[in-house]
Nanobody, 122 residues
């Protein structure tokens, strides 16, 4: 079992940076792939980025590539999402998730946090 708790979401202005954190419980955190998803108002939840158990491999699609960076600290059981150059389209609830394989398919992820709200004003 893995329990995930996100934090760091808040209201920011366009162009700002923000770092989200996801703290995981459980001694097997380092064996899990970790990912971030987001869900904007009225839209389906979408994949943002994922990172392998070691941190050696990351995957994020073109929509946020170059602006968002995922990282992890296995000693702290924490995964991060550094978000730069935020714009109003990034407004969403951001969720972290854990799985055994590196994938963008949310149905594959077994464990989810409760989400943290990020609001970007123009």
């Amino acid at each position: 079992q893995v329990q995930l708790v996100e934090s760091g979401g808040r209201l920011v202005q366009a162009g700002a940076s923000l770092r989200l954190s996801c703290a995981a419980s459980g001694r097997t955190f380092s064996s899990y792939v970790m990912a971030w998803f987001r869900q904007a108002p009225g839209k389906e939840r979408e994949f943002v980025a994922a990172i392998s158990w070691s941190g050696a491999s990351t995957y994020n699609p073109g929509s946020v590539k170059g602006r968002f960076t995922i990282s992890r600290d296995n000693a702290k059981n924490t995964v991060y999402l550094q978000m730069n150059s935020l714009n109003p389209e990034d407004t969403a609830v951001y969720y972290c998730a854990a799985d055994r394989i590196l994938t963008s398919k949310q149905d594959e992820y077994d464990y989810w946090g409760q989400g943290t709200q990020v609001t970007v004003s123009s």
